[in-house]
């Protein structure tokens, strides 16, 4: 505990605060793929926990929802391309 007070805590700033520096005048917003990603950050606790369901088994549940993705279980014809 010694030497805490004198030390500050210091942390990268995130993602979209050094996009916002590195911008400036200009306002930066995310697109809809980095708003839905945000979303699902918040929601599993953290970037690390979104990036391992990414990288694992759940990798295939979130390939199924791909657009133009033709899988294995499907039949030739009972999908669409859009």
């Known amino acids: 505990m010694a030497g805490t ?3 500050p805590r210091l942390r990268w700033p995130s993602l979209p605060a050094v996009l916002a520096m ?3 005048p200009h306002r930066v917003q995310p697109s809809a793929a980095g708003k839905r990603a945000a979303v699902a ?3 599993l606790g953290s970037r ?3 990036e391992d369901l990414a990288a ?3 990798w295939d549940l979130l390939q199924t929802f ?3 993705q033709q ?3 499907q039949p030739e014809d009972g999908w669409w391309f859009f």
């Open 71 to 73: 899988h294995p279980g």
């Open 66 to 68: 791909l657009p133009g």
């Open 41 to 43: 950050e918040r929601l």
């Open 22 to 24: 590195a911008a400036k």
């Open 5 to 7: 007070l004198a030390a």
């Open 56 to 58: 694992g088994p759940g």
């Open 48 to 50: 690390a926990a979104l």
